[in-house]
């Protein structure tokens, strides 16, 4: 049994939270049928594939142009780009095989390279191989890994860049030493995402999981040094405390449990006070709010507005509340 929202609230019923989110477009609704309910596989599969047919994922995929990329890049920081896009499609579950997506990424892998959007002598580049920032990488490499593609060098960047401490961070090549939680969770996705894709070998794991006690150590938003609590990014001075989506490379407390959950990670007592956070959110109607929105061209509106109750947010409270529930 999973997490009730009527813990907490009485005069909500999980039946009326769940019948809320049902009430969406199909790149949501088809996970919460997997995920919340006990809808058949044949029914599961059914709406998913309305995600290349209909609603967000179809209006994203119509945005590609004919040289292959979204937003006229591989990257930028308007996060319309080809890689944010993807990204997008690859967390609304867009299928793979489907046929649609087949010739979305066919353009991509032949016709999008690196050129304007990176270091000059990455011009040349093809899109799956990457570039040269850790952080940018790892998510080329979640969303090639789960769309077939080949990203078997960005994953051996990724591994050789491994730092002392578990993590990851892009400031390296400044002299930094110490790991980012925004990069390490980038990685961390990323080399989940190609083990499920290729398999799993021992690099590749035993990497994943250092990186994942990295977070486990800090309770997922404290430092380790002092068990302070982090309020906030220093680079971006986002709270990690408030949830957003999309996060694109941002790091905050759920996504953190997400990654935990989908890598089945048990959970133990590090990750107690994250979940109380989780709980400590919840709306008295059984909803959560998207608390956090980054500066950017959203190429499509997943949610109502900053501050108003998002479908993405409760799903996802929810997921890490079941997989809290059933593993404690």
Known sequence: MGIDPTERHPSTSKSTVIGWLLDSDPSLRWQVMRDLTDASEADIQAERAK???EGLGTQLLALQGKDGRWGG?????GWNSTMHVLWLLRDMGLDPASDEACRALLLVRDKVTWKGCGPQECDSISF???EFEPCINAQVAAVGAYFGQDVGSIVER????????GGWNCETVNGSN?????TTICVLEALLEYERAVGSSAMVTTSRLRGHEYLLERCLFRRKSTGETIVCDRKSGTLWTQFAFPTWWHYDVLRGLEYL????VKPDDRVSEAIELVKSKRQHDGRWLLEAQYPGDLPVETDEGLGQPSRWITFRALRVLDWYSIQE
């Open 261 to 264: 959950r989908s890598a089945g």
């Open 158 to 165: 990724l591994l050789a860049e491994q730092l002392p401490d």
């Open 73 to 77: 890049a591989a990257w930028n920081h």
């Open 128 to 130: 799956f191989e990457g």
């Open 51 to 53: 995600v290349a047919t």
């Open 178 to 182: 110490r790991s980012s939680y925004n």
